[in-house]
Structure formats: C-alpha cells, structure tokens
C-alpha cells in the first residue's frame, strides 16, 4: 500500500499532524493509498521552501524553463497508459477518457514549454523625444493552487505548466479525492529537472489545508477550480488582503437543439456531454433546450439511446458510464432526483443508485423533461449524469433560457442555419459556444473560462494561459540625458 507524505523542497517530509486520509477507487471502494495530512506549519514549510525556489527558478531564461517542461510531456507520454489506467482507477472516468485527461496534461505542457520562447512585451514610442517604452512580463511569486478531482490531471497541468514556464513556484493542495495523478505528474516534472521547492504538495481538508494556503501572507496569488460556493469564499478572503485570484467555477451549460438540426448528431451530442464523465465536468451538458416541433422526435431517440447505455467499472472496456467520485456525490444527484420530481419535472429515465455488480458509487443516467427553466434542476450545477429537457419555440426563446442562469462557461447549439449560429454565437453569455458539437471538449491552445459565477475574467490555456501567472510591467528608458516631463514637456 502507498502512503504518501507531503512533498517539501523536492523530499517526502512528515505531516506535523498524525492524521492521514485514503485514496478510494470509486467503482470498488478498494483503497489505493493513504496520505498525510498538513497542518498549517506544514503549509508554512511549504511556501518557504518555494520562495527559497523562487529566486533560482525565476532568474533561469524561459527557454531553458521550458526544456523541463518538453522532456516531463516526452515522460507523461511514455507512461500515457500506466497512467491512464491509474486514472481510472482513481477517479472513475472511463479508460479512452482517462486517456483524453493524460493527453491533455501532454498538450498543455508542450503548448506551455512553446510558451518559453514567446514571452513576448510590447514594444513602442514614447510622447517624448530620446525615450523608448517597453513592457515585459514577470512571474508573480509563489502561487497556491488548489484543484479539483473531475480532471485529476489535465487541470493541474493547466495550472502548474504556465506558472512554472513563466518562473514561478508553487503551492499546491489537490482534491483528496484523486491526489495520485498530481503526485505523478510533480514526479515527472523532477525527473524530467524541475529544480527542488519550486512544486511543493500539501493534502488534506479544504477548510483546513486549503483555507490556509488561501490566507498565506506570502502567498501573491490563488488559482482555484472548484465549486461557485467555495470560489465566492476564497475570492472574498483574498479580497480582504488584495491577493490576486483566478477562479473556474461551476457552469449549468446548455444544447439548444433548434427544428433544423440533425436530431441524430444533437442526440450523440447530448449522451457525450450529460454522461460523458458521468456528467462530472464543468462544461457537461446539464440542460438541453430543445424546439417544440422536434422535441417528440429528439426525446424518443435520446431515451432509447440512455437505456443502451452501460454502467461499470472504467477499465472494462464495454463500459459507457464509470462510478460518480464519492458517496456525498452520489447522495447530492439524489437528492437533485427528488427535488426534481417535487418541482414537477417528469422523469423519464434514471433516478437511481445502482450496483452492477460492484461495490462503488453509481447512479444510473438520468433525464427530466418538461422541466421548467426556473426549476432548481434547470438552475443549480448537480455534477453528475443529470440532464434537464426544457422545451422552447424559437430561436430567441430558447437563448434567453440558455442565458436564465447565475453561469457561463460552455453552451452549444445544434441548427443548419448559419444565421441562427451566428446568433447564438453573438448573444449566449458564456465563455465557450460549440455549434453543431457537443458542450465538452475544449482544446488546450484556446482560452478556457467562463461568464458571471463561472469566473472572474481569466482564462486558463490557449494564449491567455501564461497572462494568468504573470504581471505585466510597463518601462520607460529615457536616453535623453534630462529630465523629460510626459504630459508636460
Ligand atoms: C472541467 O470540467 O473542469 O472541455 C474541465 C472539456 C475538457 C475540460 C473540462 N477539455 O470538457
């Protein structure tokens, strides 16, 4: 059995608590590893170590940071299965997916290892005769990130390979329901040269570990994905003392499937989106706004292909839907079943806790229809195999639905018609529109983020992801030999 102490300036350092906590496979409830719980003096080790990192790693050119970062994608891709596999068992999402969450993590880090040699400024002229003006890029500090179990890889990856590109150190507390693919990735990183104290990893409790990265003096900046709750809290404690904060929080994304659209391509669209990762993504497609006149048509074939659909262990290779990630988990969708049902939605399919044949956490894929927008089910982000048919009679209609939530992180639409694409491209306040293709499945060289609760205006990826680890500084280089006054000379 594994047991993981936390890592501090490169080495495996004893918790100053006694406590631990297990690491569980969801769809067996076997136990994979137990790990240390910090304490917040462990957590103060942990920053000290990464500012004693800082300087080195911050004044090493970003080309040479990157070469890191190209061999640590060159070992995550040798090892993509092993790890992969290990995914699944940890976090439950079926094996191609796993294989997705690892390919993912490898395009993030090359992307980001390009980034070594892009960290461009500006530069341009001044009001002002003999005088240039510049801006440059510079790394924040220390950065405590705290992350989420749904993409136990990919989304620490998205995180620690622009910070560290751009010269930072960190921080981190992974979800402690899937710590392993974290420790893995920092392992390769090591292997792959990333110097001793620049990642350093502590486990345990949000309201503990996490509460005390948040309120670190010499923490400059937090980078969180998770729940809106939790993000409201966090963006309020480091308000109190202007910490810069990003945050990814929940979304409640919508497929508009309008009278034109392939009902056949809309209803593979929805199956991948609501039930792919059993409905635990950020950007799963939790409600579907489906025109009137194609609604019969569009339900019938939807419902035949859910009841095709096969729950199981994620390593097997028949299965469709893998286990949700822990009991709380499967006792909130539950819950939302019920509420639903109280408010009127009618159940189509679904609704229960079932056990095929394991001993894990599963719940069967599930389909409200004749949901009404304001419902709780139509407005509150489940996290799981959950989706919510409300039924609309237009084109207008049906993105003032779409826009009827507190998110706005993904939403798509499915129509032939190039003016009604454009239109909803135009007026869903989201940060992501698919047309003709499911709510999941953003690439990692463009920006990802959302709207209103989903965020705070970053982006993670793409071109803006080195912007969310770096300050800009502006410079002004007078070689004129006096004082030149800007605005009065
Ligand atoms: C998340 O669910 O938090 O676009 C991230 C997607 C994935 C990332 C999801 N590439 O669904």
Request: charged share 25%; hydrophobic share 35%.
């Given at each position: 059995m594994l047991e993981y102490k936390l890592l501090i300036n490169g080495t495996w350092a004893d918790s100053s608590t006694n406590d631990t906590f297990d690491d569980i496979n969801?769809?067996?409830?076997?136990?994979l590893a137990t790990l240390q719980v910090a304490s917040s003096d462990d957590v103060d080790r942990a920053v000290k170590s990464a500012w004693d990192a800082f300087t080195t790693w911050s004044e090493t050119p970003p080309p040479k940071r990157a070469q890191v970062l190209f061999k640590a994608a060159r070992i995550l891709e040798e090892r993509k299965e092993e790890l992969a596999t290990l995914l699944t068992q940890e976090m439950g999402k079926v094996i191609s997916e796993a294989r997705g969450d690892i390919q993912e993590a490898i395009d993030i880090t090359l992307y980001a290892a390009g980034e070594g040699r892009r960290m461009f400024g500006e530069t341009t002229t001044s009001e002002l005769k003999n005088k240039f003006c510049m801006t440059i890029l510079r790394p924040i500090g220390v950065i405590g990130m705290i992350t989420p179990w749904n993409f136990p890889m990919a989304i620490p990856a998205w995180k620690v390979m622009p910070a560290l590109v751009a010269g930072n150190t960190v921080v981190m507390k992974p979800a402690s329901d899937t710590p392993l693919l974290t420790i893995k990735m920092v392992e390769v990183l090591m292997e792959a040269g990333l110097p001793p104290g620049v990642i350093n990893l502590v486990f345990g409790p949000g309201g503990t570990v996490g509460s005390a990265i948040v309120h670190h003096p010499d923490i400059r900046a937090i980078s969180f994905t998770g729940s809106l709750e939790t993000g409201k809290w966090i963006m309020s404690e480091c308000g109190k003392v202007m910490k810069r904060v990003s945050m990814e929080l929940g979304g409640k994304n919508p497929i508009i499937v309008m009278d034109d659209a392939d009902i056949d391509s809309a209803v593979d669209g929805v199956i991948w989106g609501a039930f792919g990762t059993t409905g635990q993504r950020c950007t799963a497609a939790s409600r579907v706004i489906v025109h009137e006149k194609v609604k019969a048509a569009f339900t019938d074939k939807l419902l035949a292909r859910t009841r095709t659909l096969k729950l199981g262990d994620g390593l097997l290779p028949e299965t469709d839907v893998g286990p949700v990630i822990n009991l709380s988990q499967l006792d909130k969708i539950e819950k939302y079943t019920r509420i639903g049902q109280d408010e009127g939605a009618v159940l189509l399919t679904g609704g229960n806790v079932v056990k095929p044949g394991l001993a894990g956490y599963f719940f069967e894929p599930t389909i409200f229809t004749d949901v009404d927008q304001d419902m709780r089910i139509a407005q509150e982000?489940?996290?799981?195999?959950v989706v919510a048919l409300i039924t609309v009679s237009g084109l207008e209609e049906a993105i003032e639905v779409a826009n009827n939530t507190v998110y706005g992180l993904s939403s798509s639409i499915y129509t032939k018609d190039i003016t009604s694409a454009f239109r909803a491209i135009e007026k869903i306040d989201a940060g992501i529109t698919y047309i003709n293709s499911s709510t999941i499945g953003a690439e990692v060289h463009l920006p990802f983020g959302g709207v209103k609760g989903t965020g705070n205006g970053f982006r993670e990826a793409g071109t803006d992801a080195v912007k969310e680890f770096t300050e800009v500084k502006a410079v002004y280089f007078d070689y004129s030999g006096k004082l030149q006054k800007a605005q009065i000379d």
């Open positions: 969801p769809a067996t409830l076997e136990k982000e489940i996290f799981g195999p």
